[in-house]
């Protein structure tokens, strides 16, 4: 099999390269409302569940404990959450939306939608459905 047609039926190759559209429309979408795409998901999920700890944050999201310390930082120094101490643990932190982050937050959910939208624009509603269920089993999401 030639290489060309070898990546073209790499389920890795058509993943990386949709993530780098959606990244790229993400980016571009999320600029007009001020938001970098690293906090993005931070915010999805504390408009979802608001004053969890920064690791249980961090587990969400599946991103190591350092990335999400950063994007929590970037999170505070825009304003969007602020740190508050455990009352469980001394060594834990519970991350809060301020009133900006909820606000901010509010603005996601249509971009998300809009982005998705766009990317998948060539697929009717029932191949929208199927691609959606099949990459939550692959991911080992089991939908909500």
Same mark, same amino acid.
């Given at each position: =099999?030639?290489?060309?047609?070898?990546?073209?039926?790499? #389920?890795?190759?058509?993943?990386?390269?949709? $993530?780098?559209?959606? /990244?790229?429309? =993400?980016?571009?979408?999320?600029?007009?409302? /001020?938001?970098?795409?690293?906090?993005?998901?931070?915010? =999805?999920?504390?408009?979802?569940?608001?004053?969890?700890?920064?690791?249980?944050?961090?587990?969400?999201?599946?991103?190591?404990?350092?990335?999400?310390?950063?994007?929590? %930082?970037?999170?505070?120094?825009? &304003?969007?959450?602020?740190?508050?101490? %455990?009352?469980?643990?001394?060594?834990? #932190? @519970?991350?809060?939306?301020? %009133?900006? &982050?909820?606000?901010? $937050?509010?603005?996601?959910?249509?971009?998300?939608?809009?982005?998705? /939208? /766009?990317?998948?624009?060539?697929?009717?509603?029932?191949?929208?459905?199927?691609?959606?269920? @099949?990459?939550?089993?692959?991911? &080992?999401?089991?939908?909500?």
């Amino acid at each position: =099999m030639k290489t060309k047609a070898i990546r073209e039926n790499s #389920f890795g190759f058509l993943i990386q390269t949709l $993530a780098r559209d959606i /990244d790229a429309k =993400m980016k571009l979408a999320l600029k007009e409302v /001020d938001v970098d795409t690293k906090i993005f998901a931070n915010l =999805m999920v504390l408009s979802e569940e608001d004053g969890i700890k920064q690791r249980t944050l961090g587990e969400k999201l599946n991103f190591p404990e350092y990335f999400t310390s950063r994007n929590v %930082d970037a999170l505070v120094a825009a &304003g969007f959450a602020e740190r508050q101490p %455990d009352p469980e643990s001394r060594r834990s #932190f @519970l991350i809060f939306l301020t %009133d900006a &982050g909820r606000k901010k $937050a509010a603005q996601l959910p249509s971009i998300v939608k809009q982005v998705n /939208d /766009d990317v998948l624009s060539e697929l009717n509603k029932q191949e929208k459905s199927e691609v959606i269920l @099949l990459l939550q089993k692959v991911a &080992g999401i089991v939908p909500s």
